[in-house]
């Protein structure tokens, strides 16, 4: 072979090698520009997540507790109903309620509660008092100075929402009780249980407890 086809032969080798090579080097920027690309977009979706859910406002100014069951579902008696009268009212058309009421109309504090403004009442059921045995109960509702001490002990001058509620709070009767737990677990004095709760009156919160509040003697 001449020295020429060689040198001929050798040009062409270089040339197919230079573009084969720009091709390479072409490929490689696409991919590397595809990877920018697809780097680029990767934090969006990062943030995309959703965030976290948390209870509506209707939900935390709702009644919680088992005993809301039992409150009618219509009428004066109901979560409605009792929004509409004020507390003593209220409670007169709640089941679950006669005998404090019973015991709030003999010490005559009716008026009292009702033109109250914004308060807390602790609201024990007909249960709650069948635990006193009969002849504690019928003393206290003959009573009127210690029916009243002890209803009056039953009531704060703030309304409590539930996220207020854990912690010492002065009474009507002058003294404190004394709330622990959180979220919809609470309970009074360390035995009371609140049944239903963050019911609400025209001029008050209510929390239905399991045992009637005794104050200091």
């Given at each position: 072979m001449s020295v020429t086809r060689i040198r001929t032969t050798a040009a062409l080798l270089?040339?197919?090698?230079?573009?084969?090579?720009?091709?390479?080097?072409?490929?490689?920027?696409?991919?590397?520009?595809?990877?920018?690309?697809?780097?680029?977009?990767?934090?969006?979706?990062?943030?995309?997540?959703?965030?976290?859910?948390?209870?509506?406002?209707?939900?935390?100014?709702?009644?919680?507790?088992?005993?809301?069951?039992?409150?009618?579902?219509?009428?004066?008696?109901?979560?409605?109903?009792?929004?509409?009268?004020p507390v003593a009212t209220a409670a007169s058309n709640n089941p679950l309620l006669s005998t404090l009421v019973t015991a709030v109309k003999a010490a005559g504090l009716a008026d009292t509660l009702n033109s109250a403004k914004n308060v807390t009442v602790f609201a024990p059921t007909n249960d709650a008092f069948a635990k006193l045995p009969k002849e504690t109960l019928d003393k206290v509702l003959a009573d009127k100075a210690m029916l009243t001490k002890i209803l009056t002990y039953h009531v704060t001058p703030d309304s409590l929402a539930p996220a207020a509620l854990a912690?010492?709070?002065?009474?009507?009767?002058?003294?404190?009780?004394?709330?622990?737990?959180?979220?919809?677990?609470?309970?009074?004095?360390?035995?009371?249980?609140?049944?239903?709760?963050?019911?609400?009156?025209?001029?008050?919160?209510?929390?239905?407890?399991?045992?009637?509040?005794?104050?200091?003697?």
């Open positions: 270089a040339a197919s090698a230079l573009a084969f090579g720009l091709t390479a080097c072409g490929s490689s920027g696409d991919s590397s520009s595809s990877s920018a690309k697809s780097g680029s977009s990767a934090p969006a979706a990062a943030t995309s997540a959703p965030a976290a859910s948390t209870p509506s406002a209707a939900a935390m100014t709702e009644p919680f507790g088992a005993a809301c069951a039992a409150v009618p579902k219509d009428g004066a008696g109901s979560f409605n109903g009792m929004a509409q009268d912690g010492s709070h002065k009474t009507l009767e002058g003294s404190d009780l004394t709330v622990s737990g959180s979220g919809q677990d609470f309970t009074v004095n360390g035995n009371a249980k609140v049944l239903c709760g963050n019911v609400h009156t025209a001029n008050a919160t209510v929390y239905i407890v399991d045992t009637v509040l005794m104050p200091a003697s």
